[in-house]
């Protein structure tokens, strides 16, 4: 998940804090919410196993199945869908609406093995993906697990699925949430989805942060620094794109909010060969759809004059750019009196959460694009260094985000029950 920009809180209505404070007093809440504190320790120890399974974007089947396992030990019916997401319902399938809560499978990093993840003496644990998203992917498992000890009320009336998904990070595209809202069993069933992405608790994700990647290829015919000197060189051309991308986008004014990252570049093989080709990758971020496009035209056209100017300056052979669009995450945003966002607003409320809104490129984009009801929040527990060999995770503080997951999927549960 990268991105954010805070936008104006509201206060949460006074009918929804008394709707969180009657549910808290029901029968099934009252017993559930306490087994999230008793199982602090199964929990945690769910959480290690799993970020010892290796999991990059692509290749998240070994903890896919791992996880579907995890569900179905637990009493729910787990399935892997054909995109390699992994599906867990509960309650016997009659066709009624359902609350989808949501962590992705895949990594930035992996770690080389079990010992690529370790912990600490008072519980921090080290490696990629801990925060980004083991804690997530715990939160699941704990949902399910309480969920399964404690069955809501309402299920037969309104469902809940628990989907751990492939593809959020990287090159993935957000393949994973595609098919889940395109394909089904559950497009058009899911009313609403708690996406649940890191830690923090102080942000609730409503608007999506569009985002299009590109790769770009320089391609020349390369030879020997000495003897083919005058042949154009992919990398000097590339540099000059960065270079003269990075330097107009710093003088541009900022608001509204973008960014541009060329978080991949590579080429060439020796120190005295000139490449045949280079390679860069850019990720465009921008709240304004209209601006992001402008990025893509200009970074676009900068390439093109990037290859010109090298051309020109060489006497051998000519230079070709190749430009392939990698990705593109829609943008969206939900409406400030969405059921969804007031009943998380109204669980913060209760529990004493601050959040704010923001924006931001996550799983929520699919949904948002597509008119859904979808928020993306905060597992809870504290870390760092996301997307980084640094990156951290304690569990302190992780039992009040999972009774605010808890809270507002019932809360939404009970709303989708009195519209069927």
Not at 148 to 170: S, Y
Not at 234 to 261: I, K, M, Q, Y
Not at 262 to 272: A, M, R
């Amino acid at each position: 998940m990268l991105g954010e920009a805070r936008l104006p809180r509201k206060r949460p209505a006074a009918s929804g804090t008394i709707e969180v404070a009657e549910l808290t007093a029901a029968p099934d809440a009252r017993q559930a919410l306490p087994l999230f504190a008793r199982e602090r320790k199964w929990i945690d120890d769910m959480h290690l196993q799993l970020c010892r399974i290796p999991a990059p974007t692509f290749l998240e089947a070994g903890r896919a199945e791992w996880m579907a396992g995890q569900f179905r030990t637990l009493g729910w019916d787990a399935r892997i869908d054909r995109a390699g997401n992994v599906t867990a319902t509960l309650a016997p399938d009659r066709g009624q609406p359902l609350v989808a809560v949501t962590a992705h499978l895949d990594t930035v990093l992996a770690p080389s093995g079990p010992g690529g993840i370790s912990i600490d003496s008072d519980g921090r644990m080290f490696g990629p993906g801990v925060s980004d998203n083991g804690c997530g992917l715990a939160a699941l498992l704990a949902i399910a697990k309480v969920a399964a000890q404690v069955p809501p009320e309402r299920l037969r009336d309104a469902g809940i699925v628990l989907v751990a998904n492939v593809c959020e990070e990287g090159e993935g595209n957000l393949n994973g949430m595609r098919h889940l809202c395109a394909k089904p069993p559950f497009a058009g069933r899911v009313k609403a989805f708690l996406v649940l992405d890191g830690p923090n608790l102080d942000h609730i994700t409503a608007e999506a942060l569009a985002c299009r990647r590109f790769e770009i290829i320089m391609q020349g015919p390369g030879g020997h620094s000495w003897s083919d000197h005058g042949t154009p060189n992919p990398v000097h051309a590339l540099s000059r794109l960065v270079s003269g991308f990075c330097d107009c986008r710093a003088e541009e004014a900022s608001t509204p909010r973008l960014s541009f990252n060329f978080g991949v570049f590579d080429g060439g093989t020796s120190i005295n060969a000139i490449p045949a080709v280079a390679r860069a990758k850019v990720d465009l971020r921008c709240e304004d759809p209209g601006i992001l496009d402008d990025m893509v035209l200009q970074v676009t056209a900068m390439a093109q004059r990037a290859a010109q100017i090298e051309n020109e300056r060489c006497s051998l052979a000519k230079l070709a750019v190749k430009i392939r669009e990698a990705g593109s995450r829609p943008g969206g945003k939900l409406d400030e009196h969405a059921a969804l966002l007031e009943a998380v607003r109204s669980v913060d409320a209760h529990l004493g959460i601050r959040s704010h809104l923001d924006c931001a490129s996550t799983d929520a984009n699919v949904p948002l694009s597509m008119g859904l009801h979808a928020i993306s929040i905060g597992a809870g527990g504290q870390g760092g260094g996301a997307h980084t060999p640094s990156e951290w995770y304690h569990p302190q503080g992780r039992e009040l985000g999972l009774r605010r997951i808890y809270l507002t999927a019932l809360i939404m549960m009970r709303h989708l029950a009195g519209k069927a």
